[in-house]
């Protein structure tokens, strides 16, 4: 009894140690945060609507150039990763179809886009079969290392190569994995957590299509 009572006036008679113990909470809470969500925090700090997004000059999985302006009308669920991934991005991509079939006739209003930061290796071709062994609905997009450059940023998406061998195809991607809603006039709508299954997935979406 005697003691824990110490031990409370001892923490209260030192205010230095117990502001260093909440500033390290609060930086552990934000290392966890940015960590969970690939920097969510970045842009969830602004006032009004958080800059999310923006306009893109990509190609398809049939060598055409595709802009965010051809998506306009529909919402977009956008996902960054790539082909070569070995765990992350596949099932992330399988709760996207899932969650595409479970929303029925909302899924018409939706077009999930697939864009590879792994554009050296993730050609057209290889988007285009990727994609469809997921759904017929993902779009698959990939690009010049410049385009991807820019749409990552605008998404906020980091990404990097990890070398894991000496051969020019020995490298893994790293990247942050976040799943966007996007609205039909292209503007940032809503996170939607990436590591659910199709079922939940589909009722985080289901809430922002009318
Ligand atoms: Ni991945």
Redesign the pocket.
């Known amino acids: 009894m005697s003691t824990t009572t110490n031990r409370n006036d001892n923490r209260g008679s030192n205010p230095k140690s117990s502001s260093r113990f909440i500033l390290g909470v609060a930086g552990l809470l934000i290392a966890v945060v940015l960590l969970g969500s690939g920097g969510f925090l970045w842009f969830t700090g602004g006032r009004g609507a958080p800059s999310i997004g923006g306009p893109f000059t990509l190609v398809d999985g049939d060598g055409k150039v595709v802009t965010d302006g051809d998506f306009r009308g529909k919402y977009m669920l956008v996902y960054f990763?790539?082909t070569f991934?070995p765990?992350?991005?596949p099932t992330t991509l399988n709760a996207v179809a899932d969650a595409m079939d479970k929303l029925g006739t909302k899924a018409t209003k939706i077009a999930p886009v697939f864009i590879t930061v792994d554009p050296k290796r993730d050609t057209p071709q290889m988007m285009k079969q990727y994609t469809a062994a997921f759904s017929p609905h993902l779009v698959g997009l990939t690009g010049t290392a410049a385009q991807i450059a820019d749409v990552a940023k605008e998404y906020r998406v980091y990404y990097a190569e990890h070398r894991t061998g000496p051969g020019p195809n020995d490298y893994a991607?790293d990247?942050s994995?976040v799943l966007y809603l996007m609205g039909p006039d292209g503007r940032f709508v809503a996170p939607i957590p990436p590591d659910e299954s199709g079922g939940e997935m589909a009722a985080a979406i289901s809430k922002f299509i009318s």
């Open positions: 990763g790539y991934c765990d992350v991005c991607m990247h994995s």
